[in-house]
């Protein structure tokens, strides 16, 4: 019988993915088995904060390989990636990297946001998750589903659940209603036991249709 304590789930995994995993494994059917399926592998994050939120944007509404290629050509314009020096940008050099006007726009608002100290990065520790998407939100270009990742990834919140995401709905559908699509009510019945690990869980749904992990 497998347990979830008896599973390896890498060196940088969150301290609380084990206690996770089990809670899950116990609590769900779907997740008893999926969830070994994926040994060593868990949630990371990568980058800092303004960093992961300006790919963020950058990435919105294009492929993932298009967005890649954009990012290379952007993140070599300023000497160092960070809000004061994105704000020295020419808007011409930003749209020959391939950035629409609007995302430049975003850009901007965004290194905005972070140079004038209206996101409170030092005091998001002590913050719940709803006032962090409330700051978020806040800037051009970012929206409810950008924050939640934004959690999930970065600050490596374990109970966040982002009922926009068409992957966890996909695979939710899959996983518990044989392919039936499913409505903003089901996802939350399905994802009741999951509390307060709804972050881990929805990463292992993801897992369900694409095996390799993501990072944002």
Same mark, same amino acid.
């Given at each position: 019988?497998?347990?979830?304590?008896?599973?390896?789930?890498?060196?940088?995994?969150?301290?609380?993915?084990?206690?996770?995993?089990?809670?899950?494994?116990?609590?769900?059917?779907?997740?008893?088995?999926?969830?070994?399926?994926?040994?060593?592998?868990?949630?990371?994050?990568?980058?800092?904060?303004? $960093?992961? #939120? *300006?790919?963020?944007?950058?990435?919105? %509404?294009?492929? !993932?390989? +298009?967005?890649?290629?954009?990012? =290379?050509?952007?993140?070599?314009?300023?000497?160092?990636?960070?809000?004061?020096?994105?704000?020295?940008?020419?808007?011409?050099?930003?749209?020959?990297?391939?950035?629409?006007?609007?995302?430049?726009?975003?850009? $901007?608002? #965004? *290194?905005?946001?972070?140079?004038?100290? %209206?996101?409170? !990065?030092? +005091?998001?520790?002590?913050?719940? =998750?709803?006032?962090?998407?409330?700051?978020?939100?806040?800037?051009?270009?970012?929206?409810?589903?950008?924050?939640?990742?934004?959690?999930?990834?970065?600050?490596?919140?374990?109970?966040?659940?982002?009922?926009?995401?068409?992957?966890?709905?996909?695979?939710?559908?899959?996983?518990?209603?044989?392919?039936?699509?499913?409505?903003?009510?089901?996802?939350?019945?399905?994802?009741?036991?999951?509390?307060?690990?709804?972050?881990?869980?929805?990463?292992?749904?993801?897992?369900?249709?694409?095996?390799?992990?993501?990072?944002?």
């Amino acid at each position: 019988m497998v347990t979830a304590s008896s599973l390896d789930f890498g060196l940088n995994a969150p301290a609380y993915w084990a206690d996770a995993c089990k809670h899950l494994m116990k609590r769900d059917r779907v997740m008893k088995k999926l969830i070994p399926k994926h040994e060593g592998v868990c949630l990371e994050s990568r980058g800092d904060a303004f $960093v992961t #939120l *300006a790919r963020s944007i950058v990435g919105q %509404q294009i492929s !993932v390989k +298009a967005a890649q290629s954009v990012w =290379d050509r952007f993140q070599v314009l300023p000497r160092k990636l960070v809000p004061a020096q994105v704000l020295k940008l020419k808007v011409d050099d930003m749209r020959a990297a391939g950035l629409s006007a609007r995302k430049v726009e975003y850009l $901007v608002d #965004l *290194a905005l946001h972070f140079a004038n100290n %209206q996101v409170h !990065v030092d +005091a998001w520790g002590e913050m719940d =998750d709803e006032a962090i998407i409330a700051e978020l939100i806040a800037i051009r270009g970012i929206g409810r589903w950008t924050a939640e990742m934004f959690l999930i990834f970065h600050l490596m919140r374990p109970n966040v659940l982002p009922l926009d995401d068409v992957g966890l709905q996909n695979g939710i559908s899959r996983c518990y209603f044989s392919g039936e699509p499913v409505s903003r009510s089901e996802i939350r019945e399905v994802a009741a036991s999951w509390a307060p690990y709804a972050s881990v869980a929805t990463w292992y749904i993801w897992r369900s249709l694409d095996p390799t992990p993501v990072s944002y």
